[in-house]
């Protein structure tokens, strides 16, 4: 027998990779656990083992009789499913294991609404219509919903990585039919969700797309106090957050903590009344990010109260700033120096104002 007619026989296949152990724990070929080739994304290797058992042709029911006696090639349990549908993007893969995965989840039911909901997130990534009908019927309505913004939010982070405005359009029919609502601003959340999603991931066409079709269709939701409240910190995209502030009425604007990572001098005007208003701002993570032009800001709108010293000091430029700002005291002296130990540029410079009398 040829080393290719050995390999065409599936049997003969299994009993030479039963007797090989992998680089992956030291497992064998078939003992490497599921949930582990999914959150390694080996789909190669499952993709084969499941070829080995089912042959393209076997009908649905033949899968699962053959499936309840290859143990030693399938033992698939509960938390395999979940991370399968975590990390599986293939709608054709999905498409051959579904009759499987789902008739566990139907019998032994979901766990709790975290596992619902990534497994409602991988069916609307998949687009997949009959199933989703399915899934609904019999596992998600015997399921007791606690959190429908949490729900809501998780599909949105899956829809938001794939910067597909097709899943994103599926979806929003999906969440527009689910039995329990947030009443009438259910969308309105969900829609702010899946822009917050695109942009984390970098999807910015999705993001736009969104953008420009919530205006379009409804105008209300950003030229007046009723609409969106964007919290400019969380895009925390320079790019995004110039276009929000382009394209929406300030009033609307919210920024829970400051500085942010996408702030733009040429937009203080806007957000530093804000800021002054209503938002928590930090000193500390202003010294730590080490811009002169923040910092002046921030003395100007809401300056310390009392005596405020950093615990960490990133550059020359930093130390003078503060130091022109402050008076110093035997106090501060040795936290400066503290703030400064990491550095002997700045150890330095402290010791030559000759101000720093544990230095000498």
């Not at 730590?288 to 002046?296: A, P, S, Y």
Request: proline share 2%.
């Amino acid at each position: 027998m040829t080393f290719l007619n050995i390999f065409r026989n599936k049997y003969l296949q299994f009993k030479i990779f039963s007797f090989c152990k992998s680089e992956y724990g030291g497992y064998s070929y078939y003992d490497i656990p599921l949930d582990y080739l999914f959150r390694k994304k080996m789909f190669d290797i499952f993709d084969h083992r499941w070829s080995l058992s089912f042959n393209n042709n076997s009908s649905n029911s033949d899968i699962i009789k053959l499936i309840e006696n290859t143990d030693y090639v399938f033992d698939i349990r509960y938390n395999d499913i979940i991370e399968f549908f975590k990390y599986n993007q293939c709608v054709h893969r999905f498409k051959k294991v579904w009759r499987v995965f789902y008739r566990v989840l139907r019998d032994d039911g979901i766990r709790n609404q975290d596992d619902l909901d990534i497994v409602l997130a991988g069916l609307i990534r998949y687009q997949a219509e009959e199933e989703i009908t399915e899934f609904r019927h019999y596992v998600y309505s015997k399921f007791k919903i606690t959190n429908k913004y949490g729900q809501y939010k998780c599909i949105a982070d899956m829809v938001g990585s794939t910067g597909s405005q097709h899943v994103y359009e599926f979806s929003c029919r999906v969440i527009d039919k689910l039995e329990e609502t947030l009443g009438a601003n259910k969308l309105s959340f969900y829609e702010y969700q899946c822009m917050l999603a695109a942009v984390t991931s970098k999807q910015y066409n999705l993001f736009y797309f969104i953008f420009n079709q919530l205006k379009e269709k409804s105008p209300w939701l950003f030229n007046t106090s009723c609409g969106f409240t964007f919290s400019i910190d969380q895009f925390n995209e320079p790019e995004i957050v110039s276009f929000i502030l382009q394209n929406t009425v300030h009033t609307n604007i919210v920024i829970v903590s400051f500085p942010y990572a996408g702030f733009q001098l040429q937009h203080a005007d806007i957000i530093m009344p804000i800021v002054k208003k209503k938002t928590s701002y930090s000193f500390e993570n202003a010294y730590k990010m080490g811009n002169v032009d923040i910092l002046e800001l921030m003395y100007e709108w809401v300056p310390p109260i009392g005596q405020y010293v950093p615990r960490y000091i990133p550059s020359l430029e930093i130390l003078r700033f503060y130091l022109s700002k402050h008076k110093l005291t035997i106090t501060i002296t040795l936290e400066i120096e503290l703030a400064c130990s990491h550095s002997l540029e700045l150890i330095k410079y402290l010791h030559d104002t000759g101000k720093f009398s544990s230095l000498h």
